[in-house]
């Protein structure tokens, strides 16, 4: 299966990185099912940094060695994905033990749900049936070294 990694730069060796704001799983390397969305969020990179090119790097995942990980994986955004996602969110030093996490992702139109939740003028439930009416992509998150091993760099396809 293919995976992609957007980034201003071509990323052919991942690293599991700290994250400057709080993400829906924690810190590790990043990667989506969705070329367009890793494009995308190259695109939303370059405007903000005013840079004229970035890459969508693309990764070959190796199931087989995946198997053998300590996985997390969310079919849909359901209420264990929302307790999850605000744990990461809310709770300074969180830390989780799996090596992989996958569901999908909250993105611009789902944050703004979210601050509806964490402001009590919307419940768990109201939020979850939110949820459903978006078409939401997904992610997998890499979060231990051990992890990385599961996915081989296989090119990187510049964006301009």
């Known amino acids: 299966m293919k995976l992609y990694h957007g980034?201003?730069?071509i990323v052919d060796v991942?690293?599991?990185?700290?994250?400057n704001r709080t993400l829906?799983?924690?810190s590790g390397f990043y990667?989506?099912?969705?070329?367009?969305?890793?494009?995308?969020?190259v695109r939303r990179k370059m405007n903000e940094r005013n840079v004229d090119y970035g890459y969508?790097?693309?990764?070959?995942?190796?199931?087989?060695?995946?198997?053998?990980?300590?996985?997390?994986?969310?079919?849909?955004?359901?209420e264990e994905w929302l307790d999850f996602v605000m744990m990461n969110r809310t709770q300074r030093g969180f830390n989780h033990s799996y090596d992989i996490v996958y569901g999908p992702v909250a993105n611009d139109r789902v944050y703004a749900a979210f601050?509806?939740?964490?402001?009590g003028l919307?419940?768990?439930?109201s939020l979850i049936a939110e949820l459903k009416t978006y078409k939401l992509v997904d992610q997998y998150l890499f979060h231990t070294p051990e992890s990385l091993e599961a996915i081989t760099f296989i090119e990187a396809k510049?964006?301009?």
């Open 7 to 9: 980034s201003l730069e």
């Open 14 to 19: 991942p690293e599991i990185r700290e994250p």
């Open 24 to 26: 829906d799983y924690g």
């Open 31 to 41: 990667t989506t099912t969705s070329f367009s969305q890793a494009e995308d969020w």
């Open 56 to 78: 969508v790097n693309v990764f070959e995942l190796d199931e087989r060695v995946m198997s053998g990980l300590k996985c997390l994986i969310f079919d849909s955004a359901n």
């Open 115 to 119: 601050a509806l939740y964490e402001g």
């Open 122 to 125: 919307l419940n768990k439930q």
């Open 158 to 160: 510049e964006v301009t």
